[in-house]
């Protein structure tokens, strides 16, 4: 049975009243991150050479892209104001924190992939053994029980019973031990978020250097080099723009959370604040999928041949001269058996 003050929280202070433009950006996100991450897991499950440390954290990089693909209907439907009241505590309790744990476990894949790339380049005899796949997947494992050992205890502790009304926040469903650990699990949150980004920044920024002092050479291994300093640069900026500005308004946002700050203008403003960046954040469902483009070789292959016009293929010695002119022209292709072949279209 709904009350009068449907539209009012506990304290009189209502917030999100403002959420339905929102759900337009997510719809879009959802369709472009489904898309995007189902042609990713096509790509994997058929490539032959997924057996790389890099193919390993970028599959982890996926199964976290599809959790967050499964919790975004939900928060569509909680947000505009469509959802029945079993579903908003179903959205409170699962699969808002489905999009934490999609979101942390990006981030620590993220960190990896910058840190493996790194470790590519450098091609250090003694940090060899943390390149193979073994210690790729024993670190993937430690990831997911670090994240749902910080996240599941919010899906775990009983919540209150409230009466039904249109507007509610997840908030409000929070018991006091649910809103401790929510603070506790917002400094955790946060630390994790600070490592992987500095473990971000400073692989990517030795990788820079490295190809920035790699600059001499023939016409194309500096074009080659500027490509990857660009593809570089690119992934570095996407992931600040993504997650930096969450983090910046997560914890003045818990604060209101937990009555530490009461004033009503206050709480509205941060509620937006955090809506609009976690919205940044859920964004990087969108660029994951052209990061397996430029980082895995197996996945580019496999989506390159998917869109490659068919046509007669014709098999070519190794000549240097044959092989300049050929790539000139755009109808190289490079066969399993190491030979070289034109693609007519």
Not at 43 to 49: G, K, L, Y
Not at 129 to 145: C, D, K, L, P, Y
Not at 287 to 307: C, G, K, N
């Amino acid at each position: 049975m709904k009350t009068n003050s449907s539209s009012e929280s506990v304290d009189g202070c209502t917030v999100n009243d403002q959420m339905v433009p929102f759900t337009v950006l997510y719809g879009f996100i959802f369709l472009t991150g489904l898309i995007g991450s189902l042609l990713a897991l096509w790509a994997f499950v058929r490539s032959r050479n997924a057996k790389k440390c890099m193919n390993v954290y970028l599959i982890n990089l996926l199964i976290s892209d599809f959790l967050l693909t499964l919790a975004l209907p939900f928060k569509i439907a909680v947000d505009l104001e469509v959802a029945p009241w079993r579903l908003k505590i179903f959205h409170c309790q699962v699969s808002a924190v489905l999009i934490y744990i999609s979101m942390y476990a990006s981030i620590i894949f993220l960190a990896f992939v910058s840190a493996d790339r790194y470790l590519q380049i450098t091609q250090s005899s003694r940090l060899y053994r943390i390149q193979e796949v073994g210690f790729a997947r024993m670190m993937s494992a430690v990831v997911w029980t670090l994240v749902l050992f910080v996240m599941v205890p919010n899906m775990a502790i009983p919540i209150k019973d409230i009466p039904e009304k249109e507007l509610v926040t997840c908030a409000e469903f929070k018991q006091k031990l649910g809103l401790h650990w929510h603070m506790l699990t917002n400094f955790l949150c946060m630390a994790i978020f600070l490592n992987a980004s500095a473990a971000v920044l400073v692989s990517n920024g030795f990788v820079l250097k490295r190809l920035w002092g790699s600059r001499g050479g023939s016409e194309q291994e500096r074009a080659s080099s500027r490509q990857a300093t660009r593809n570089i640069a690119v992934v570095t900026l996407a992931y600040m723009v993504c997650f930096v500005p969450y983090h910046g308004v997560r914890t003045p946002y818990v604060l209101t959370q937990n009555q530490i700050i009461t004033s009503c203008p206050v709480k509205r403003h941060l509620f937006l604040a955090k809506e609009s960046t976690i919205l940044l954040a859920v964004m990087h469902l969108c660029f994951d999928p052209i990061l397996y483009f430029y980082l895995s070789h197996s996945f580019r292959q496999r989506v390159t041949e998917a869109f490659k016009p068919r046509g007669n293929t014709y098999t070519l010695a190794q000549g240097p001269m044959q092989a300049e002119q050929l790539l000139a022209e755009g109808g190289i292709q490079v066969q399993d058996s190491g030979e070289l072949a034109v693609q007519n279209s």
